[in-house]
């Protein structure tokens, strides 16, 4: 279990608030021994600018391999505009909503208290900016003319506090330690710590509820203590040793930014942000498979405001033609035209959402291909059959989304170009788990795409593997573990 420490300049700075054993000075942790293991420091020193104490207390608590808060990059970043600037952009949308004041040149100066703020209309925002710079008080300052914008944000000490803004800060503060680095239950057999992200809320995410316990009991059978997390947890992550994302993952989303901060905390991860980053985006993996010669249907890259390219898709692709947006799922964003007329409306349509659009050759089958992938190794094998009167498994045309039936075979009964052609695909992209999309046409296996957190779900991909199915991706999660620690043991 972490040990959770709070460290203050001096006793005296501790007066307004509740006794406690975990709060330390600096002096106190200056004498701790340096290879303590497992703890999580919040650094409360009063000031953290360069070769002071605050910030010389994160730089020794990174040093002992302590997770601490703020960390070095978040007082580096917040130090200079200019660096922590370049990071607005994902704050914006909740910026955006922000109602503008009656009069223009307005100015507000509000305080973040581990994310969490007074004024619910800024909540939103106050969580986001504590996604990426994680300190304890985070000062806020906005201006607006047309809308509002963040002309400034500092980092404060706790000792700059009124005594109203010092309840809201004990009150965040108390919530914060409890929800971040609370006690959990975990066996004596356990070795490891397991995070599975995953969220309730999703309408169509690439497992059930059943399959989520599924991959939880296994994980148990083999000796995780395994936990399952949300969105709200993203500060969470390093209380663990691995995270499974069972979330749909994007770039711009939560999803990523887990797999980022899960990489950066050490953590085993599937799938790693390498691999969202690849997978999420059809016009790279278009250009991966030309460079790879990957066997794939005749792909166009279509530019928006280029007739050339479009005349040239005509006469390469024929009619019909697939045409995609980029970072689509689930069949969403991808469409079928049967004429110039129709590709030039529906084009049109996606450039809207993207400058860059996909288009492939139409290549008629009664299923499409899945085949599971983990490790560069065929895992599972699944046929989808198309929708009732559609062309594609998923049918989001009607109020009530709906799929073709499946078909699951062992590996040993895929054809042999299929298994070639999703090894294939999937090597250059790295050694995660991967779901590759195949069409079998005239003997040849053609890869239409790799998805970074393939579907599992109770009764389908499962269907011929069983309970194995899951142990054999929990397995993969010790293998990688017990090798990471076996390597920081030789070092």
């Known amino acids: 279990m972490s040990q959770v420490l709070i460290v203050i300049d001096r006793p005296?700075?501790?007066?307004?608030?509740?006794?406690?054993?975990?709060?330390?000075?600096?002096?106190?942790?200056?004498?701790?021994?340096?290879?303590?293991?497992?703890?999580?420091?919040?650094?409360?020193c009063a000031d953290y600018d360069y070769r002071a104490?605050?910030?010389?207390?994160?730089?020794?608590?990174e040093a002992r391999s302590h997770r601490v808060l703020p960390s070095v990059r978040t007082l580096n970043d917040l130090s200079v505009p200019q660096l922590y600037k370049l990071q607005l952009a994902p704050v914006m949308p909740a910026l955006s909503r922000l109602r503008?004041?009656?009069?223009?040149?307005?100015?507000m100066v509000v305080k973040s208290f581990f994310g969490q703020c007074a004024e619910p209309a800024l909540q939103p925002l106050a969580r986001l900016l504590f996604d990426r710079f994680a300190c304890p008080v985070l000062e806020i300052h906005l201006a607006c003319e047309e809308s509002w914008e963040i002309v400034d944000l500092r980092i404060c000490s706790h000792r700059e506090l009124g005594d109203e803004e010092e309840t809201l800060f004990a009150e965040a503060l108390d919530r914060f330690s409890k929800q971040v680095w609370r006690p959990r239950k975990k066996s004596e057999n356990s070795r490891y710590d397991l995070a599975i992200l995953a969220n309730p809320e999703e309408p169509l995410p690439p497992s059930d509820a059943a399959a989520l316990k599924k991959f939880a009991r296994a994980g148990r059978e083999l000796g995780f203590a395994v936990e399952m997390i949300g969105p709200a947890d993203y500060m969470r992550l390093s209380e663990f040793d691995a995270?499974?994302?069972?979330?749909?993952?994007?770039?711009?989303?939560h999803t990523y930014r887990f797999a980022k901060?899960?990489?950066?905390?050490?953590?085993?991860?599937l799938d790693d942000p390498t691999s969202i980053l690849r997978c999420t985006n059809k016009i790279y993996l278009a250009d991966l498979f030309a460079t790879h010669r990957v066997p794939a249907p005749k792909t166009c890259i279509l530019h928006r405001g280029d007739e050339s390219g479009l005349q040239k898709a005509l006469a390469e692709l024929g009619l019909p033609m697939v045409i995609k947006i980029p970072d689509g799922s689930f069949s969403r964003g991808v469409v079928k035209v049967h004429s110039e007329e129709e590709l030039r409306d529906r084009v049109g349509e996606l450039f809207a959402e993207s400058s860059l659009v996909l288009a492939q050759e139409f290549l008629y089958t009664e299923f499409d291909w899945r085949v599971g992938v983990l490790n560069n190794k065929p895992l599972y094998a699944c046929r989808y059959y198309m929708a009732k009167n559609h062309w594609q498994i998923y049918n989001h045309g009607n109020k009530k989304n709906?799929?073709?039936?499946?078909?699951?075979?062992?590996?040993?009964?895929?054809?042999?170009?299929?298994?070639?052609a999703a090894l294939r695909a999937t090597r250059p992209i790295g050694s995660g788990f991967y779901?590759?999309?195949?069409?079998?046409?005239?003997?040849?296996?053609?890869?239409?795409?790799?998805?970074?957190?393939?579907?599992?779900?109770?009764?389908?991909?499962?269907?011929?593997l069983g309970r194995e199915l899951y142990r054999l991706i929990m397995q993969e999660f010790l293998r990688r573990l017990d090798a990471r620690r076996a390597g920081q043991q030789q070092n």
């Open 402 to 420: 709906s799929s073709g039936s499946f078909a699951t075979l062992p590996t040993f009964e895929v054809p042999k170009a299929v298994l070639r």
């Open 261 to 269: 901060k899960a990489e950066a905390e050490g953590l085993v991860v």
């Open 435 to 464: 779901g590759v999309d195949v069409k079998e046409s005239a003997g040849k296996g053609y890869v239409i795409e790799v998805n970074d957190n393939p579907s599992i779900d109770s009764g389908v991909e499962d269907k011929y």
């Open 53 to 61: 104490e605050g910030y010389y207390c994160s730089l020794l608590a």
């Open 12 to 44: 005296s700075d501790w007066g307004p608030y509740y006794p406690s054993e975990r709060v330390i000075t600096f002096a106190e942790y200056l004498q701790l021994p340096a290879r303590q293991q497992r703890v999580r420091v919040i650094n409360l």
């Open 243 to 253: 995270l499974f994302i069972r979330e749909t993952t994007a770039i711009d989303h």
């Open 100 to 107: 503008p004041p009656a009069d223009s040149g307005r100015r």
